[in-house]
């Protein structure tokens, strides 16, 4: 059960995330096992969701609580290290984060996002060649 409410909360965030425009079109959001791309990919932006986690601990004598992490990838090659592009793709990662602030998906559980951790930019991958890397983690809770 755990596993497919991990796959189902992530197909809900790709859905969440393509009502969310960037340069006046909707995210390019795919839920992905293993979100890896070659750098030419990388041109383009790419957002990526992927299942990474899940905690259970017991609630009460009849039901379990489970913790969900979903993370979100932010990835686009930059022609260079320039800070307007930066900053752009930053306040993207922000304004997706902002989104899921209290966000419940009712028709899975009640799962309620209660918690988002940003790692804002990814310091290694701006070394030559430049990639703008970002990863927000998505913490959902679920009572089972």
């Known amino acids: 059960m755990a596993n497919s409410t991990a796959l189902n909360i992530a197909d809900a965030v790709v859905e969440t995330l393509k009502t969310i425009t960037y340069n006046d079109s909707a995210l390019p959001a795919v839920r992905s ?64 984060a902002k989104t899921f602030r209290r966000k419940v998906y009712a028709n899975l559980g009640g799962a309620s996002c209660f918690k988002q951790d940003v790692e804002l930019i990814s310091a290694e991958h701006i070394q030559p060649p430049p990639v703008f890397t970002s990863v927000i983690t998505l913490h959902f809770k679920v009572i089972e």
């Open 33 to 96: 096992l293993f979100p890896f791309y070659e750098l030419k990919e990388l041109k383009t932006l790419k957002i990526s969701v992927v299942p990474r986690a899940v905690a259970c601990a017991n609630f009460d004598r009849s039901a379990s609580e489970f913790n969900y992490e979903i993370d979100i990838a932010v990835q686009k090659a930059v022609a260079s290290t320039n800070d307007v592009e930066l900053e752009q793709l930053m306040n993207l990662v922000l304004t997706i």
